[in-house]
Nanobody
Framework: VQLQASGGGLVQADGSLKLSCAAS????????VGWFRQAPGKEREFVAG????????FYADSVKGRFTTTRDNAKNTVYLQMNSLKPEDTAIYYC??????????????????WGQGTLVTVSS
């Protein structure tokens, strides 16, 4: 499975961005896709996740109500719509995927496949 994240950029506070995570290869192996982010000088943190079926989206408390993750079945792509962005959302955003249902899908070690990351910068 290969993952390609895109859509990052520079946006002002309260603005919006939509990230994409395109999957290729053995996509039938994917059970879950997660979004993570890592800000400068900070540890990687979980942002959102969704089953490959498109069901069961779940979010970190810090983004709940502002971010939405969805899947386009026809394009093998998962999206992260980010609204009401804040400067503290500035980070490199990664998508990740795994073939199995994990007990703790909010931790990075639960995911076998990772994309290369896309930078989101939110100016105040």
């Amino acid at each position: 499975v290969q993952l390609q994240a895109s859509g990052g950029g520079l946006v002002q506070a309260d603005g919006s961005l939509k990230l994409s995570c395109a999957a290729s290869g053995l996509t039938f192996n994917i059970y879950i896709v997660g979004w993570f982010r890592q800000a400068p000088g900070k540890e990687r943190e979980f942002v959102a996740g969704i089953r490959w079926s498109g069901e069961g989206a779940f979010y970190a408390d810090s983004v709940k109500g502002r971010f939405t993750t969805t899947r386009d079945n026809a394009k093998n792509t998962v999206y992260l719509q980010m609204n009401s962005l804040k400067p503290e959302d500035t980070a490199i955003y990664y998508c990740a995927a795994d073939p199995f249902s994990r007990v703790h899908p909010t931790i990075g070690s639960a995911y076998a496949y990772w994309g290369q990351g896309t930078l989101v910068t939110v100016s105040s």
